[in-house]
């Protein structure tokens, strides 16, 4: 199986900031990697797929990058509404892995 | 509006069986692979289980693969999930996601995602 890991596992920030969230694959996954978003009694939200495509709606301070095994997430001038649980997420087989989750808070 | 429903949750005793539902509308749910996920606190998001479209490929979590069953009925728009021999460690938030894809390679290369996500049902395994 894949292993994905993200880091920070948390972090704070103020409103305004720029905050950068890393996953790494332990394989190559080319840029099969999405990233959701998920907030207290919301359903999970899809951000990116295929490592760097924004889904339609998502806000485009949200970006992420990266192929091979390291991938970024980044929320340019963070939001109270960002306020949330931030996944990686393979596609590259199966079982399809998550990373643990990051929580993103404010300061 | 596109949108998945999820239904079934409850609590059970350690070693009973639930069965989830997911009620799709919006959208020609025969056309899409459908998944399983679920959040614990403890562990975050778990990819459960996957169907295709047909019903003809399926996949399941080394973790749930034996007690769990996976299945959909395209004419009622509906996924299903029976659960068996349940523990404390399947207490969770279990959301039903449809998967979708997109090709920007030749030959074709498909990168799979999971775009639409019900607001999930709770289940909670304890004496």
């Known amino acids: 199986d894949i292993q994905m890991t993200q880091s920070p596992s948390s972090l704070s920030a103020f409103v305004g900031d720029r905050v950068t969230i890393t996953c790494r694959a332990s394989q190559s996954i080319n840029s099969y990697l999405n990233w959701y978003q998920v907030q207290p009694g919301k359903a999970p939200k899809l951000l990116v797929y295929g490592a760097s495509n924004l889904q339609s709606g998502v806000p485009s301070r949200f970006s992420g990058r990266g192929s091979g095994t390291d991938f970024t997430l980044t929320i340019n001038s963070l939001q109270p509404e960002d306020l949330a649980i931030y996944y990686c997420q393979q596609s590259h087989s199966v079982p399809r892995t998550f990373g643990q989750g990051t929580k993103v808070e404010m300061k | 509006e596109v949108q998945l429903v999820e239904s079934g949750g409850g609590l059970v005793k350690p070693g009973g069986s639930l069965r989830l539902s997911c009620a799709a509308s919006g959208f020609t749910f025969g056309s899409f692979t459908m998944n399983w996920v679920r959040q614990t606190p403890g562990k975050g998001l778990e990819w459960v289980s996957s169907i295709s479209r047909s019903g003809s490929s399926i996949h399941y979590a080394d973790s749930v693969k034996g007690r769990f069953t996976v299945s959909r009925d395209n004419g009622k728009n509906s996924l299903y999930l029976q659960m068996n021999s349940l523990s404390g460690e399947d207490t969770a938030i279990y959301y039903c996601?449809?998967?979708?894809?997109?090709?920007?390679?030749?030959?074709?290369?498909?990168?799979?995602?999971?775009?639409?996500w019900g607001k999930g049902t709770t289940v909670t395994v304890s004496s």
């Open positions: 996601a449809r998967e979708d894809y997109f090709s920007n390679c030749l030959p074709p290369c498909y990168h799979y995602y999971m775009d639409v």
